[in-house]
């Protein structure tokens, strides 16, 4: 800001002025007062800037989460999961699966009981796949009625035994 930028140049002259005024003998006092003064007031704007770049921050890192988590499961969106394939690809060894999750006739839940229940019954397929994740695995939503699973590390045969594992809990769940 303005007040910031005049705050340190006058700290600047003053301590350039106090430096002349010992070369020269003159009175140090009035000088130190005002330094101590001017110091004082830039640690508190410093103080101030630190605090509203925190607060930036955390808003920032807020808006960032809320942008990659989809708002009826809670989990990672398709944003996410673009970031996380990314990040996979580029960094995990490989094998990596990729498990494709749809559920069937959610459309039909959705239109003869609601919106509603149909939030709900994405969320109890999220707790059924998500008790069943491996450290490590990503449970993303990547539309309406599909999931995506990552799965690093994983190869065909155990991606089916997952895969299949999945379908199990969700068919199994109690569906009241």
């Known amino acids: 800001s303005p007040a910031l930028v005049h705050l340190v140049l006058d700290v600047c002259r003053t301590r350039e002025r106090l430096w002349l005024e010992a070369h020269a003998g003159g009175n140090l006092i009035p000088i130190l007062h005002?330094?101590?003064d001017l110091l004082v007031r830039l640690s508190w704007q410093g103080m101030n800037l630190a605090a509203e770049t925190a607060r930036q921050a955390m808003e920032h890192h807020s808006l960032?989460?809320?942008?990659?988590?989809d708002p009826i499961t809670g989990i990672g969106n398709r944003r996410a999961l673009d970031e996380e394939l990314r990040t996979l690809l580029r960094f995990s060894p490989l094998p990596l699966a990729m498990v494709l999750v749809d559920v069937d006739r959610f459309a039909s839940i959705n239109s003869r009981f609601g919106h509603p229940l149909g939030d709900q019954v994405l969320r109890g397929v999220t707790d059924?796949?998500?008790a069943h994740l491996r450290t490590g695995d990503k449970l993303l939503r990547f539309g309406s009625d599909q999931?995506?699973?990552?799965?690093?590390?994983?190869?065909?045969?155990e991606a089916r035994g997952?895969?299949?594992r999945m379908s199990r809990a969700v068919r199994d769940r109690a569906w009241t």
């Open 147 to 157: 999931f995506v699973l990552l799965l690093p590390g994983t190869g065909d045969a």
């Open 128 to 130: 059924a796949l998500s």
């Open 64 to 69: 960032r989460e809320e942008s990659r988590t």
């Open 162 to 164: 997952v895969a299949e």
């Open 34 to 36: 005002r330094l101590t």
